[in-house]
């Protein structure tokens, strides 16, 4: 390089400044001297700037007049970089740049190893709160080497300050955090003091690494120092769980940018700080990304205040409700489930929730959340289905009246048919009455003919009269302390004459129990009509009993009447308590002629065990028999009506 200088020298193309700057720059002896070689040469005229930088950093300038030239490995990073202000002084200067360059990269790969502490100077004090300072305080001298005058080196990294091993500071730097610290270095070299502290990544003696804070302070230009002090705090921990909560954040950010719900956040003064997609798509607002990734900066801000007066003008006769939804915002009250139906048919539900927290120095408030969420269909299912309940009510109403006007209907005609039909089966007991005269054989055929439909008549109307009266609710019981034991047996006395003229064996079957508080003549009118049903569908031979018993407890009583009949077909069960059904089997032999039912006694039966406050039930096979069970409180649920 002296040659070349001398060559320079020569053809008188480097005037005299420039041909001391490149000497000096031979001998530079530390990267202090390397720095002030490279700031005397950018106050040298022909030079924009020259600065040793990180390579990373964006280039600037006219890029025909920018010279980069490497410092240091390349793993580091850094380069010294000019930008000239023309081409002839760019041709000119350019080998002193060089020379600086090539000063700058020798002198920072230069070995700065460890040395021991200076000895004590000054205040005992300040040298003990200097070494057992929390945080690490080390000293490099470009001249000499780096010390640790802190304690907590040792407890931090685990190396003996005193006897530190030979290696470089820089050694034990993780390599990807070399470039910051190489910058940080060359910074207070060059006599700045970095604003700023840096993370480095710092290898234990185990081999570990611990992030260390780092902070440095340049005293290279006080001729009593001369060193490069840095402060290094241990935050390995905190930055771990600052690494954790910016993970947390990051999911939740992205949880709440993927939701179907859209989600605005209010600060006190009602200004939006916060909106997911989803709520810009349901406010309209025309913005597409609002991911984390998009720089706000390259669009226009958003004016929420005129987005949400365009979507207050969109709701039409709803509008009324967002004074409700301005009063809850201003009193910090939540408001929950309100429905906002606009005139394009959308319905958003919103809820309006107060969130406490620390928002700033001193604060409680946290700003406001708004919960957006598009029911339009669930309000169309509902209004649906409000539609369609309107119309069963309108239905069963007319069902009611309906049932009303035939319940009517059926009164009237059996009292009118009544009159008549009892006048017949009078008069027809009085032409069969010896007094009256002789009939013939063929009159007194008839005549039994005549009696025995009348009174199936009269029994029919007898039961609709009572039906119809059931379903009116309109039958009055009229109740009694009743021996339930006395009343069965009533009962069944009265049909031993037919069940012995069938030749079916009826049998009572009673303990003894509390009395049962009943009207006795509908609850007779019940047994009598499944003892007659029981003797009616069995054969000859065949064997009826009725039972009955009170509860364990003494409270009601149960009563059976099972049969070894017919039966009934499974597929007839469900339909056994329907007006006017008669079994598919009524027809079946039982070995005599039986007189077809009316198809209402266990519809009659069953109201009014009902009215009772009991229940009915039957169980049938068949070709096998039936059983049918009543069970009854001791005092009935209600009195009719």
Known sequence: MRGETDRLVDTGLIEGAVVDLVVRAANAATVVDAQRLVSE?????????????????????????????????????????????????????????????????????????AVPPPPMHGSPL????????????????????????????????????????????????????????????????????????????????????RTIEVGARSFVDDADVGVVVFFGLDVTAQRDTERTARIEQQRLAR????????????????????????????????????????????AEPLDW?????????????????????????????AVVGEELAFEDGRVLELDLVPVTGPAGPGGTDGGTLIHLRDVTARVAVRRGLEERSRGLEERNQALVEATALNNEFIASVSHELRGPLSSVVAFSHLLGDSTSGELSE??????????????????????????????ARTLQLKPTPTRLPELLGVAVTERIPAAHVAGIDLVLECDEGPDLVCDDTRVHQVVDNLVSNAVKFTPSGGRVTVKA?????????????????????????????????????????????????????????????????????????????????????????????
């Open 41 to 113: 040469f950018r106050a040298f005229s022909g030079v924009r700037s020259a600065d040793i930088v990180p390579a990373v950093l964006p280039v600037l300038g006219e890029l025909d007049l920018l010279e980069r030239l490497p410092v240091g490995p390349a793993q580091w990073g850094q380069e010294l970089r000019v930008e000239f202000s023309a081409a002839p002084a760019r041709t000119e200067l350019l080998p002193a740049a060089a020379e600086i360059a090539a000063a700058a990269d020798r002198t920072l790969a230069q070995p700065c190893r």
């Open 126 to 209: 300040a040298w003990a709160i200097t070494a057992g300072a929390r945080g690490m305080i080390l000293i490099v001298d470009p001249a000499r080497g780096w010390s640790a005058l802190s304690e907590s080196f040792t407890t931090v990294l685990g190396y003996d300050r005193h006897r530190p091993p030979e290696f470089r500071l820089l050694d034990i730097v993780h390599p990807d955090d070399r470039p910051a610290a190489v910058g940080l270095f060359l910074a207070c070299c060059a006599g700045r003091t970095p604003e700023h502290a840096v993370d480095l990544r710092v290898g234990t003696v185990n081999g570990r690494f």
């Open 255 to 298: 949880l709440v940018e993927t939701m179907d719900d859209g989600l605005l956040m209010l600060d006190d003064e009602g200004s939006v700080s916060l909106a997911n997609r989803a709520a810009h798509r349901l406010l309209d607002t025309g913005v597409l990304d609002v991911s984390p990734e998009h720089d706000p900066d390259d």
């Open 305 to 333: 205040s005129q987005v949400i007066a365009r979507t207050i003008a969109r709701l039409g006769p709803a509008a009324a409700r967002v004074d409700r939804l301005r009063a809850g915002f201003r009193t910090r009250r």
């Open 442 to 471: 063929d009159q007194q055929t008839y005549l039994s003919v005549i009696d025995r439909n009348a009174n199936r008549l009269l029994r029919l109307i007898e039961d609709l009269l009572l039906l119809s009266r059931l379903e």
């Open 549 to 641: 018993w009170p509860g364990e407890d003494g409270e009601g009583w149960t009563v059976s009447v099972a049969d070894s009949g017919v039966g009934i077909p499974a597929a007839d069960l469900p339909r056994l308590f329907s007006a006017f059904f008669r079994g598919s089997n009524v027809t079946a032999a039982v070995g005599r002629q039986v007189m077809p039912g009316t198809g209402l006694g266990l519809v009659v039966s069953r109201a009014i065990v009902e009215l009772h406050g009991g229940s009915i039930s039957v169980a049938s096979t068949e070709g096998v028999g039936t059983t049918v069970t009543l069970s009854l409180p001791t005092r009935p649920a209600r009195n009719g009506g």
